[in-house]
C-alpha cells in the first residue's frame, strides 16, 4: 500500500496538499510567496478599532493607507462580536455615513483594496455592478485566463467565438480541448462575454 507524501518543509509531518507542501504551506506560499511566511497578526481585541479612530480616520495623505493586521484575500478584516467582517466597510461607514441602502458596497477608489488599503478617502459607497466596472477599470477583476480554472487564453477564447457557426461545436471543443458544453457558453455569452470575436 502506497504511503501519503509528506510536505517537504523540514520537521512537518502533515500530507501534501499541492507542490510538494500541505495545505498550510501551500496557502502561504500562494497568499505571501513563501511557505514559511505567515499573514500579519491578528489584532487583540479592541486593538484594531483603537488603529481605525487615532490613525485611520485621522489620516490626511494622498497614498493608500495600509492595513496592519489579519486580513483575507488581501482585503483588511476586523472582528466584530467574534465573526471576521471588512475592516473597509467599517471606515467607510464612520467616514461617509451609513450605505443608502444595504445592497451598497465599500468600493476603493483606489483599486488596492485586495492590497489592504484603509485610506478613507479611498472609499466610497457604490451598487455591485459599479464595483464591478471598478475593478475591471482598475485590473483586478478576476476574469478570462488570470481565473485559475480557465484552460483557454482570452485570444483562444476569441478564436472559439469567431468560429460560431462555422463547424460544429464538438469539432470546436476538441480543436481547444474543452467541452461542447464550454463552447456553448462562450457562443452564447454566458462566458468571455466581454469579448468580441477574433477578426
Given at each position: 500500500m502506497a504511503t501519503k507524501a509528506i510536505c517537504k518543509i523540514d520537521g512537518c509531518s502533515k500530507k501534501v496538499h499541492g507542490g510538494g507542501l500541505c495545505n498550510t504551506h501551500y496557502t502561504r506560499k500562494r497568499l505571501h510567496g513563501d511557505p514559511l511566511k505567515s499573514g500579519p497578526p491578528r489584532a487583540a481585541a479592541g486593538e484594531a478599532r483603537r488603529f481605525i479612530d487615532a490613525v485611520v480616520l485621522a489620516h490626511e495623505g494622498d497614498g493608500c493607507l495600509?492595513?496592519?493586521?489579519?486580513?483575507?484575500?488581501?482585503?483588511?478584516?476586523?472582528?466584530?462580536?467574534?465573526?471576521?467582517?471588512?475592516?473597509?466597510?467599517?471606515?467607510?461607514?464612520?467616514?461617509?455615513?451609513?450605505?443608502p441602502s444595504p445592497e451598497y458596497e465599500a468600493t476603493h477608489n483606489c483599486g488596492r483594496g485586495n492590497r489592504g488599503c484603509v485610506h478613507p478617502g479611498h472609499?466610497?459607497?457604490?451598487?455591485?455592478?459599479?464595483?464591478?466596472a471598478d475593478k475591471i477599470l482598475h485590473g483586478t477583476h478576476i476574469r478570462g485566463e488570470r481565473c485559475g480554472t480557465s484552460k483557454l487564453t482570452e485570444s483562444q477564447a476569441r478564436e472559439v467565438l469567431r468560429l460560431k457557426g462555422s463547424k460544429p461545436q464538438r469539432e470546436i471543443a476538441a480543436e481547444f480541448g474543452i467541452s461542447r458544453a464550454a463552447v456553448g457558453y462562450i457562443h452564447r455569452g454566458a462566458r468571455w462575454a466581454w469579448l468580441e470575436p477574433s477578426p
Open positions: 495600509q492595513w496592519p493586521f489579519a486580513t483575507g484575500g488581501g482585503y483588511a478584516q476586523i472582528r466584530i462580536n467574534g465573526k471576521a467582517s471588512p475592516a473597509y466597510r467599517l471606515v467607510c461607514e464612520l467616514a461617509h455615513g451609513a450605505p472609499l466610497e459607497w457604490k451598487t455591485h455592478k459599479e464595483n464591478m
